[in-house]
């Protein structure tokens, strides 16, 4: 069974919860940001923290970095959203134009779309030959592995939903004035392709999935779901990140 058809759509949140769940994981993410930043707490700097997400067009990567970021400083992180390579950044290796945002020791990045492109837009759309795509699945492990040896946290995330629930987002995008310029005809095309884009998906979470940068898959069918899942999701791993690199996790604050 393929890991994209083991998602279940079908969870979802009410209101009530959804903010009950965000308030609790914005305090406890805040209060894990300045620990590692070196604002609070005795330790000192700690390690780097860089999270990616990939998903469908229309999947609701931007409400949920907006979500898990509402709360932290904007000095203290950075994001960065990423579109089709430049004439010039064509010309360097794949992996460059990537590079001059990741995070220092005690820093935050959040990548809105990333080195993936390599094996899912590129590879589909013809941007890149089959011999530079296969051969960035090693290049990516590489990249990543050198990271997490550096002391970075990553999280890595790929935000499923539907064919239908997409068509659904499209439409209702098309609709709304203020909201129709995120919709392109280069999304429409690619629906027709989703066949394709699915088996690209499936190749990347095999081949790139390790121990050291884990893919989570988040159902986004539901788009409360899919915000506190991606919160409650970071704070995991960063706990996680913290305590393999031997940095103290303060324990939880008392709820405002």
């Known amino acids: 069974m393929s890991r994209l058809s083991e998602v279940d759509l079908s969870q979802s949140l009410s209101g009530k919860e959804e903010r009950k769940r965000l308030a609790a994981a914005q305090q406890r ?19 780097a923290v860089c999270i990616i997400f ?18 932290l400083d904007s000095r203290h992180l950075r994001v960065v959203e990423f579109q089709a390579p430049t004439a010039d ?19 935050m990045a ?12 590129e590879r589909v759309e013809g941007f890149a030959a ?17 990271m997490v040896d550096d002391h970075t946290i990553l ?17 209702r995008r098309a609709r709304l004035p203020l909201k129709a310029w ?27 999935d390790r121990l050291h940068a884990p893919w989570d898959v988040i159902p986004a069918e539901s788009k409360r779901f899919a915000r506190v899942s991606v919160i409650e ?6 706990e996680e990140g913290m305590e393999r690199f031997g940095f103290p996790v303060p324990e939880p604050l008392e709820k405002d």
């Open 233 to 238: 999701t970071v704070i995991r791993r960063i």
């Open 155 to 171: 999280v890595k995330f790929w935000l499923q939903i539907s064919d239908d629930e997409q068509l659904r987002r499209f439409e």
């Open 110 to 121: 959040i990548y809105d779309r990333s080195w993936y492109g390599r094996v899912l837009v």
């Open 130 to 146: 089959r011999e530079e795509w296969m051969r960035a699945y090693d290049e990516i492990n590489a990249f990543e592995q050198s």
């Open 54 to 71: 990939e998903g469908w067009d229309a999947s609701g990567k931007g409400g949920a970095i907006k979500r898990l970021i509402a709360e």
């Open 182 to 208: 995120k919709l392109t005809d280069e999304d429409w095309r690619n629906r027709e392709k989703r066949a394709e884009y699915e088996l690209a998906i499936e190749d990347m979470l095999a081949r790139t």
């Open 29 to 47: 993410l805040a209060q894990l940001r300045l620990t590692i930043g070196g604002q609070i707490g005795e330790q000192g700097i700690g390690p």
């Open 89 to 107: 950044e064509k010309r360097h290796q794949f992996l460059w134009r990537f590079w001059r945002f990741l995070p220092g020791r005690g820093g």
